[in-house]
């Protein structure tokens, strides 16, 4: 079955504790992203990969890591997480960037304490 | 930073009938697409329609865009409880950015 996957689905950490945010799919897609969603606000993007080893900001950047060593994997690194990253976080991808759909995962909801 | 804009941004109707909903954006665009989502579950795409083209069905929706007014509107024909969810516009602009709205709420009830 195509499918994005996420884990952890929830996660409770404490400010300044690393954490890492995984994300994988398996339709060979080479573009893939990460969005927070804020009540409000709508998605954001935070950082996007249109190919291995090709990754750039997005919208709202600031706190956040990634790394594209391979296609299929997109993790999220929060290297010092603080109270205003908490959010729901979703992973997409998609064939290419501008090329149709995006496919979501089914989201991580991260608190910061 | 936001492109598209949906309105209304909270929608309650009776089952059978039909909810619309719009979305302006700011910028020229390549296409533009409509999501859904349930209660915090990963949005799913519904249907995406190009600049070039005027409306688009799918099952029960339609889907209009004026690219003179850089607006859209998403038609839900004869609702559903089930059709209860979030529906998002999001906008693919001229450098191949996407960008979401706020969303809509739509509540269906039976």
């Known amino acids: 079955e195509a499918q994005v996957t996420q884990n952890p689905r929830y996660l409770i950490t404490v400010t300044g504790k690393k954490l890492t945010v995984t994300c994988s799919q398996n339709?060979?897609?080479?573009?893939m992203s990460w969005y927070r969603q804020d009540p409000g606000l709508g998605l954001r993007q935070i950082y996007y990969s249109m190919n291995v080893e090709v990754t750039d900001k997005g919208d709202v950047p600031e706190g956040y890591k990634v790394s594209r060593k391979e296609k299929r994997n997109f993790p999220l690194i929060l290297e010092s997480p603080s109270p205003n990253q908490t959010s729901l976080y979703f992973c997409a991808s998609s064939p290419g960037q501008g090329l149709g759909p995006q496919y979501f995962g089914p989201g991580t909801r991260l608190l910061v304490l | 930073s936001q492109q598209g804009e949906e309105d209304p941004q909270a929608l309650s109707i009776q089952e059978g009938e039909n909810a619309t909903m719009n979305c302006s954006y700011k910028t020229s665009i390549n296409n533009l697409q409509w999501y859904r989502q349930n209660s915090g579950r990963g949005l799913v795409h519904l249907i995406l329609?190009?600049?070039?083209?005027r409306e688009k069905h799918s099952g029960r929706l339609r889907v209009t865009l004026d690219t003179s007014k850089k607006s859209s509107s998403l038609l839900i024909t004869a609702s559903r409880a089930a059709d209860t969810a979030s529906y998002f516009c999001?906008?693919?602009?001229?450098?191949?950015?996407?960008?979401f709205g706020a969303g809509t709420r739509l509540t269906v009830k039976p």
């Open positions: 339709m060979n897609h080479e573009y």
């Open positions: 999001a906008t693919d602009d001229l450098n191949n950015d996407m960008r």
């Open positions: 329609i190009r600049s070039n083209e």
